[in-house]
């Protein structure tokens, strides 16, 4: 097995040996046994990279020892859990874009390392096969971000990209804050022909209306609802409710996500759902395909329609085509 061979890095662990063997052996105690093979690979293809970044931008000692440190705790961390074994090209593109964000890993390694990790478990739970896109979308970008700000509200930009639709809404403030160099990256990454001004603004890109699919599904195969859900739209918002569960509704062209809306009464949402007779007046001749007798839910937005089916586990998604 390839040794590390970075010398800056041979002298930490060699150096402080009685700390690093200290933190190896509490994780064990709190995980188990934790394969030294693994810990050893991770360590050449991942950490030592990393570190060489670092040094590059800070050689002292003590600023090497703390971004090891924090590599070394997480990286324990992320085998003892278990998530390591499990998503292991993930976390290993993931927290190489740290090598490319140099300036950032050395100022804030634990953080930057956490930012990283909350954004995998997000993907993982609402857009899982993403997750390699979403690096690889960071990466196109990483040249120009110069603050953490700067890298939180890229790495929601591009989380949205990859269908956290959820997040759409704060991003037409967020974006702003960024550089005119980030901004125009940004576009161009997305590849989109709006005016920036205009990049968050329609959740659909279409003029005409369009069927966009289903979300939801039978809880017990990896779906969401107990029961045949119904629909009520409260505010600007869309909520769904099986009578056990509530969740509220994000759409968009780039994805759709049920995000728990535990603070609303599923009784109430069940109370104040509508149905509509016919879906004409919205969708047209495609209207002539859905038995207006099984609808059993309809929720109409400035640009968004959803319905519900008796006897059906799923929200049908049409958008409403942008004039």
């Given at each position: 097995?390839e ?7 041979i ?24 394969p ?10 991942v950490?030592?990279p ?11 000692s003590e ?8 590599l070394?705790?997480e990286?324990?961390?992320l ?11 993930e976390?290993?593109k ?5 090598a490319e964000?140099?300036?950032?890993t050395?100022?804030f390694?634990?953080k ?9 478990v ?12 979403w690096?690889t ?25 990859c ?16 550089s ?6 940004i ?23 369009k ?8 809880k017990?195969?990896t ?14 918002h ?21 995000l728990?809306?535990a603070?609303v ?17 919205w ?6 395909k ?7 839910s ?9 319905f ?9 998604l ?6």
């Open positions: 097995m040794k590390i061979s970075f010398p800056e890095l002298s930490e662990l060699s150096d402080n040996s009685v700390l690093y063997n200290q933190w190896y052996k509490e994780s064990e105690m709190k995980y188990g046994n934790l030294a093979p693994l810990i050893a690979g991770w360590m050449t293809e950490v030592e990393i570190v060489k970044a670092a040094v590059t931008i800070n050689s002292a600023k090497i020892h703390e971004v090891v440190k924090a070394y705790l990286s324990l961390k085998i003892g859990s278990g998530l390591l074994l499990r998503y292991r090209d976390y290993k993931a927290w190489l874009l740290l964000m140099p300036n950032l050395v100022k390694p634990t930057m390392i956490s930012l990283l990790n909350d954004v995998l997000n993907l993982h739970r609402y857009a899982p096969e993403k997750s390699i896109a690096c979308l960071i990466g196109t970008s990483s040249s120009e971000i110069k603050t953490i700000e700067d890298f939180k509200i890229v790495g929601r930009i591009y989380a949205w990209n269908g956290l639709a959820h997040l759409r809404t704060r991003l037409k403030t967020d974006f702003w804050e960024l005119e160099n980030l901004q125009q990256t576009v161009t990454t997305i590849g989109t022909a709006e005016n920036n001004s205009h990049l968050f603004k329609n959740a659909w890109t279409t003029t005409n209306t069927f966009e699919g289903v979300q939801g599904g039978f017990g195969t779906g969401f609802f107990e029961h045949p859900p119904v629909l009520a739209q409260i505010g600007e869309i909520f769904v409710s099986d009578s056990n569960s509530s969740y509220a509704l994000f759409a968009d062209q780039f994805g759709k996500v049920l728990p809306a603070s009464d599923a009784a109430y949402i069940v109370s104040i759902s509508k149905r509509s007779e016919t879906l004409e007046k969708i047209g001749k495609d209207n002539e859905i038995d207006a007798r099984t609808i059993s309809v929720v109409v937005t400035e640009d968004t329609l959803v519900t089916l008796k006897n059906s586990y799923f929200l049908y049409y958008s409403l085509g942008n004039a």
